[in-house]
Structures are given as structure tokens and as C-alpha cells.
């Protein structure tokens, strides 16, 4: 049997935490960056868990992680 290819964008996106879930980033750190305070800009930098009902899916797109 082949192996089964891993979803390169899920895999650029999710990494594989160590409870078993999965760790991605937060959104809206990209651009327009002025009008955001500080204090927003700095706890967006912290990873964020994918939520538990998305979590099979994930599971699916990345087989091998």
C-alpha cells in the first residue's frame, strides 16, 4: 500500500501538542497592524488549540503527525 499524502496546508498550519490535540495560530496578526492596540497584538502571538470538534478533521489531513 502507498502512502497516504499529508495536506500541505493543514501541515504549514497545525502542529501536534502534547495532550494529543492540536496547536495552531491565532488570525489577525497579518497586516493592517496600526489601528491594534499593543495589548491585542500581543495575545494574539500565543498558540491557540484547535477546538475539539474540529479536531477529526485535522486528524484526517494530517495522518502521520
Known amino acids: ?3 497516504i499524502k499529508s495536506n500541505s496546508g493543514a501541515a504549514k498550519r497545525f ?3 502534547a495532550s494529543g490535540g492540536f496547536k495552531r ?3 489577525h496578526r ?3 497592524l ?3 492596540s499593543t495589548k491585542r497584538k500581543r495575545h494574539l502571538r500565543a498558540a491557540a488549540q484547535v ?3 474540529d479536531t477529526a478533521a485535522v486528524c484526517r489531513m494530517l495522518p502521520y503527525s
Do not use: L
Open 30 to 32: 497579518r497586516h493592517i
Open 25 to 27: 495560530a491565532q488570525s
Open 15 to 17: 502542529k501536534r501538542s
Open 1 to 3: 500500500m502507498p502512502k
Open 34 to 36: 496600526t489601528k491594534k
Open 51 to 53: 477546538h475539539e470538534s
